[in-house]
């Protein structure tokens, strides 16, 4: 991965170019899930009231090159993993295991003992190469869609 890529803390301001992010990476991205999975669980960037909320309580970690956001991660009290999305150019540069190592020394500073994550089709190898184990996979229905996903924990 070029140095010039910076990991830095997010706020509200980052919160729309996240959203387009979010989207970008389920769309763009080569993926496990169809074009009708991927259209009903992100039809539109997210952006918004409820959007905004959800990421505030939140600590995000955002990867950018000239200012352009790469990837994001968050983690929030209890260890939860919420969102963790690389832009496809960025995948395979090793831009995930630097924000999970960064969101890892939070948890660990926080006191956590453990982190856990919903982890997509897409992400389940790479948080498998950071140690995580799956505890159960599970189906959740969006509209008239099901997707795959693992409940997936690492003690830290």
Avoid: C
């Avoid at 890529?5 to 496990?32: C, E, F, N, W």
């Avoid at 959007?51 to 790469?70: C, G, H, M, V, Y």
């Amino acid at each position: 991965m070029p140095e010039s890529v910076t990991i830095r803390r997010g706020d509200a301001s980052d919160y729309k170019a996240l959203g387009q992010l979010m989207y970008d990476a389920v769309h763009l991205a080569p993926s496990h899930y169809s074009e009708d999975q991927r259209q009903a669980w992100m039809p539109e960037p997210r952006s918004g009231p409820e959007w905004d909320e959800r990421l505030s309580s939140k600590t995000i970690f955002i990867a950018e090159q000239n200012d352009i956001p790469l990837g994001f991660m968050t983690i929030e009290p209890g260890g939860y993993i919420d969102f963790a999305y690389i832009r496809r150019e960025a995948q395979g540069s090793g831009l995930f295991r630097r924000l999970y190592s960064i969101v890892e020394t939070t948890a660990k500073d926080w006191g956590e003992s453990a982190l856990w994550v919903h982890a997509s089709l897409m992400a389940q190898p790479a948080f498998t190469a950071m140690g995580f184990e799956v505890d159960y996979h599970e189906t959740v229905e969006i509209g008239d869609q099901t997707l795959n996903r693992a409940r997936m924990t690492k003690i830290i």
